[in-house]
């Protein structure tokens, strides 16, 4: 078992920047790929980025291409999403997850295997 909890969420206005974090816990020694997606009220939960196991690879949502850079940090299992140039489109609901499959269809909320409660993000206009 894997256990998840992000934190770095907040209100802020369009244009500026926030980090996000997700603490590892539990058998963490296993390899996992990371996620975060996001959900915003009454849409459907979406990928904003992955990273692989070893940080070799990462992945983005057109959306936030450019914007955001997920990283890794595995001596302290922590992964992490700078946000920058903020938008009021980005408000949601940001969740990391974490994935025991092979680096493949990282977007797909199916391919993973744990998720942290969410970290809420608000960026006003």
């Known amino acids: 078992q894997v256990q998840l909890v992000e934190s770095g969420g907040g209100l802020v206005q369009a244009g500026a920047s926030l980090r996000l974090s997700c603490a590892a816990s539990?058998?963490?020694?296993?390899?996992?790929?990371m996620g975060w997606f996001r959900q915003a009220p009454g849409k459907e939960r979406e990928f904003v980025a992955a990273i692989s196991w070893n940080g070799g690879s990462t992945y983005y949502a057109d959306s936030v291409k450019g914007r955001f850079t997920i990283s890794r940090v595995n001596a302290k299992n922590t992964a992490f999403l700078q946000m920058n140039s903020l938008k009021p489109e980005d408000t949601a609901l940001y969740y990391c997850?974490?994935?025991?499959?092979?680096?493949?269809?990282?977007?797909?909320?199916?391919?993973?295997?744990?998720w942290g409660q969410g970290t809420q993000v608000t960026v006003s206009s």
């Open positions: 997850a974490a994935s025991s499959k092979v680096w493949a269809i990282v977007a797909a909320t199916r391919r993973y295997d744990y």
């Open positions: 539990g058998r963490t020694e296993s390899t996992y790929n």
